[in-house]
């Protein structure tokens, strides 16, 4: 069955580059009423949406739905999904058990688990045929070819984050066949990673921007010795100093990928372009001017209509040149800044702030890093309403438990830090907007 659907999404990928923007939208509309179709016997949430506001699957659009947020996901997630085997108890318990992106819920399930920037712990889930259609685009960036590239990812690995789960995807048969991939866990020391790079010398790398800027460090003095033919940034912004920096000491392009945890990649930069390109063959993007909706067509285990995501997308100045795709200048949203310890040896070290935005504990519903020193820090966390007094201290104990953790793989037993307990997390006095990481005295 992944075959044929392998070939199918490739085909419809390329079908979509001979459309017009017309024609592109026709297929939304259409693909749109389908879905629609589909949520109104599948899901109580969405039914009951419907019902209230007379939505007729036949004649509607995505406008005649509320915006979606993240916080009404988690709030309505088992009645959002489809699928009785998806519920929040069934994904904890997962999770809670399993730090091996290879893993899926019950042999079927890809669960994806991501703070964001909001410090709220969010849930995605795709059965196999949606999160091929989701990761296919990564073929026509990567260009299959025999014998097997090799591709190297750099990110948070001990988890089911997005970037990691993109990774380890081609090690299915299929697209195995194309692709020899290694991931590098970016909390190691670096001389671990740049070690590990030398001798698999890879045809391509991805990772988060900061990673990427780690590693073209490392080249310029001289410890990593080899250049990628193409490099792939994703997981944060990327300047374009920066940018062009890089693609210098390697001397080649760098692209900017655009992906996310609930709808994977949904659009890409060349470099030499007019923009980032959005991948629209099955995203429907509302572009307002501080937000996004956005409406995923191929999601049918938690339908998402109309997500609401706080990156700002403004349309480029000059149009596409690539298939109907409408073109952005960039994306611009928030990033953190990567807090810095010193080191068991005294020496200054960071962790990559995707290592915290990813963090994950059961029955930790939110939580925020505070920043003391570079010696100690506060971890405040929100818990799950309900919980008994046993399974808030067993709550606290884990989250103790992976600090620890994430802390001795950097060789940084000596920080010292405490976990506190809160009703609420507070937002950021001047911007009102959350932050994840932030200096104490904020």
Known sequence: MLFPNFISHRSAGRRCLRMTRRELEDSHVARFRKLARFVRERSPYYARVMKERGIDPDRCLPRDFPVLTKNEVIENFDEISTDPRVRTDRIAKFLTGSRDARELMDGRFRVLHTSGTSGTVCYSVFDPTEWMQGVMVLER??????????????????????????????????????????????????????????????FAFSGYSGAISMLADQRLAGNLTFSPTRILVGGEPMADRERKRVAGVFGTDVRLNYASSEHLFMGFDLMHGPGMYLLEENL????????????????????????????????????????????????????????????????????????????????????????????????????????????????????????????????????????????ALPVDRKTGKFRLIVKAAS
Not at 151 to 161: D, P, R, S
Not at 185 to 196: F, L, Q, R, Y
Not at 346 to 361: A, K, L, Q, R
């Open 141 to 202: 960036i990567l260009r299959a070819a025999l014998p097997p590239r090799r591709v190297a990812f750099i990110g948070a690995t001990q988890g089911h984050f997005a970037g990691v789960s993109f990774a380890v995807s081609p090690a299915h048969w299929i697209r195995g066949l194309f692709y020899r991939t290694r991931v590098f866990d970016i909390n190691d020391p670096t001389e671990k990673i740049v070690a590990g790079l030398n001798e698999f010398k890879p």
């Open 284 to 423: 429907i993007f509302e572009l307002q001017t501080d937000h996004i909706l956005v409406t995923n067509l191929y999601r049918k285990t938690v339908p998402l209509i109309r997500y609401r995501m706080d990156d700002v997308l403004p349309v480029a100045s000059r149009g596409a040149t690539w298939g109907p795709y409408t073109v952005v200048d960039k994306v611009l949203g928030r990033s953190e800044e990567a807090p810095v310890f010193l080191n068991e040896k005294g020496v200054e070290d960071y962790i990559h702030p995707i290592v915290i935005v990813e963090f994950f504990v059961a029955n930790v519903k939110s939580f925020q890093m505070r920043l003391v020193n570079k010696s100690q820090f506060r971890f405040h966390v929100v818990l799950e309403s309900g919980l008994t007094d046993a399974q808030a201290d067993a709550a606290e104990a884990a989250t103790v438990m992976r600090l620890k953790e994430l802390l001795a793989q950097k060789n940084m037993g000596n920080v010292v830090f405490e976990v506190v307990r809160e009703r």
